[in-house]
């Protein structure tokens, strides 16, 4: 079975701070991880993805994030958290096999920045 | 560039009547296509997807149904809502080992 958890509900950080949004991963072989960003009363925005290759990924708006295999973790970060990342942040592996076309996805992390 | 589009992007709907909602993506061909619904602002549950014209993969069992009359044409229906269909519903496109794009979204609230 494939699945996601993102252990935290809620991160709060000062702006200026580095920030981290946890995720960690089931799933047998390579995943596909992606990290998606949802303001309130919006559709989900396409952050970065990891298929293969380098470990660190870099993405939109300054956000990367981290592939551990042995620890099966795939953290979101940003060295210098604004108040504008305020948001809610979805991780999401892909299916393998017969639910290659599927994409699963956490719970989300409110993310609250403060001034 | 390919976009995606929604509508209506609010509905108010009593218990009992029927629902169309309607999803559409430009600049691209044969994509995969998604509905979610999103509860109280959070988790997403997958309802159907959509490999191709015709093809529906149903996920949760329920009052839902979905259509792919055209190749980038996706639509969410009810002959019947209840008050549990409530919620925020969101439909994606995707292709190839390529990650999803989302629509604006509709907020759904039945009364």
């Known amino acids: 079975a494939q699945s996601v958890a993102q252990p935290e509900d809620q991160v709060n950080v000062a702006e200026g701070n580095p920030l981290t949004v946890k995720c960690t991963y089931s799933?047998?072989?390579?995943?596909?991880l992606f990290w998606y960003v949802q303001y309130p009363n919006r559709g989900l925005q396409f952050l970065l993805k990891?298929?293969?290759?380098?470990?660190l990924v870099k993405g939109s708006y300054g956000f990367e994030a981290e592939f551990n295999k042995s620890q099966t973790s795939f953290h979101l970060k940003k060295p210098s958290a604004l108040v504008s990342d305020s948001a809610l942040y979805f991780c999401?592996?892909?299916?393998?096999?017969?639910?290659?076309?599927?994409?699963?996805f956490g719970s989300g992390t409110k993310l609250n920045v403060k001034p | 560039s390919q976009t995606i589009h929604q509508w209506p992007a609010t509905l108010v709907q009593p218990v009992g009547s029927p629902l169309s909602l309607e999803c559409t993506v430009e600049?691209?061909?044969?994509?995969?296509l998604y509905w979610y619904r999103q509860a109280a602002g959070r988790g997403l549950q997958l309802l159907f997807y959509?490999?191709?014209?015709?093809?529906i993969s149903s996920e949760v069992p329920q009052n839902l149904s979905a259509s792919r009359p055209q190749d980038r044409q996706f639509i969410l229906s009810s002959k019947k809502l209840l008050l549990s269909d409530s919620g925020f519903y969101l439909c994606?496109?995707?292709?190839?080992?390529?990650?999803?794009?989302f629509g604006p979204g509709t907020r759904l609230t039945v009364t």
């Open positions: 994606a496109w995707g292709q190839g080992m390529d990650e999803q794009y």
């Open positions: 799933v047998s072989g390579n995943p596909y």
């Open positions: 990891y298929i293969t290759g380098d470990n």
């Open positions: 999401a592996v892909r299916g393998k096999w017969g639910n290659f076309n599927k994409f699963y």
């Open positions: 600049g691209t061909s044969n994509p995969n």
């Open positions: 959509s490999v191709g014209i015709g093809q």
